[in-house]
């Protein structure tokens, strides 16, 4: 059974960060993509960074310089290193895994940036 375990979310002054860990357990991730999504209040949940199984990397457009994903493929685990946090950035935040008709999430840990 495929577990999915997030920490790291907080609350943070405007211009300060956070590192989002996501832990998955139950099989090898290895040639999975793995990557964290966000929801804002009212909001759709949107991509925010992933890295695919070849090690190829996306990031959404308001996110680029900002934010850096990292992977551990031995230990089937991605991190999200959030710097320059911005109010909007203000959401609950999910781990996902996925590979071809497989998807899971995490339960979500919460972001909140102060202005």
């Known amino acids: 059974q495929v577990q999915i375990v997030e920490s790291g979310g907080g609350l943070v002054q405007f211009g300060g960060s956070l590192r989002l860990s996501c832990v998955a357990s139950g099989r090898d991730f290895s040639a999975w993509t793995m990557g964290w999504y966000r929801q804002r209040t009212g909001q759709r949940r949107e991509l925010v960074a992933v890295e695919n199984g070849s090690g190829d990397r996306r990031y959404a457009n308001f996110v680029k310089g900002r934010f850096t994903i990292s992977r551990d493929r031995a230990e089937n685990t991605v991190v999200l290193q959030m710097n320059s946090l911005k109010p909007e950035d203000t959401a609950l935040y999910f781990c996902?895994?996925?590979?071809?008709?497989?998807?899971?999430w995490g339960q979500g840990t919460q972001v909140t940036v102060s202005s």
């Open positions: 996902n895994i996925n590979l071809h008709l497989l998807n899971e």
